[in-house]
């Protein structure tokens, strides 16, 4: 069974920074784009930011200038590093991988469990 799993949520100050990681594990015959996604309470699920496999990203506008994504293929794990954190960036943050379990196999997006992210005095 394949599986995303998230580390590196918590509570920083405003201005702070930190990391997030997401390592997929399983049978996996390959996996595409990657990317974050968050949620706030009684929001809709938003992009932060996504990677293609060739390294090609894209970020939210709110995010851009702040945060970098970047993704280890060997590993099959991708990173956001976020800098310069806002109150308004408190979120739920959840990974997203576009999936091949097998070369026949359809193309599926996988999700992790999500790490909170609390920015905060």
């Known amino acids: 069974q394949v599986q995303l799993l998230e580390s590196g949520g918590g509570l920083v100050q405003p201005g702070g920074s930190l990391s997030l990681s997401c390592a997929a594990s399983g049978s996996i015959f390959r996996i595409y784009a990657m990317g974050w996604y968050r949620q706030a309470p009684g929001a809709q699920r938003e992009l932060v930011a996504t990677?293609?496999?060739?390294?090609?990203?894209n970020f939210a506008d709110s995010v851009k200038g702040r945060f970098t994504i970047s993704r280890d293929n060997a590993k099959n794990t991708v990173y956001l590093q976020m800098n310069s954190l806002r109150p308004e960036d408190t979120a739920v943050y959840l990974c997203?991988?576009?999936?091949?379990?097998?070369?026949?196999?359809?193309?599926?997006?996988?999700w992790g469990q999500g790490t909170q992210v609390t920015v905060s005095s």
């Open positions: 997203n991988a576009r999936s091949q379990d097998t070369r026949w196999a359809k193309i599926y997006d996988l």
């Open positions: 990677i293609t496999a060739d390294d090609r990203t």
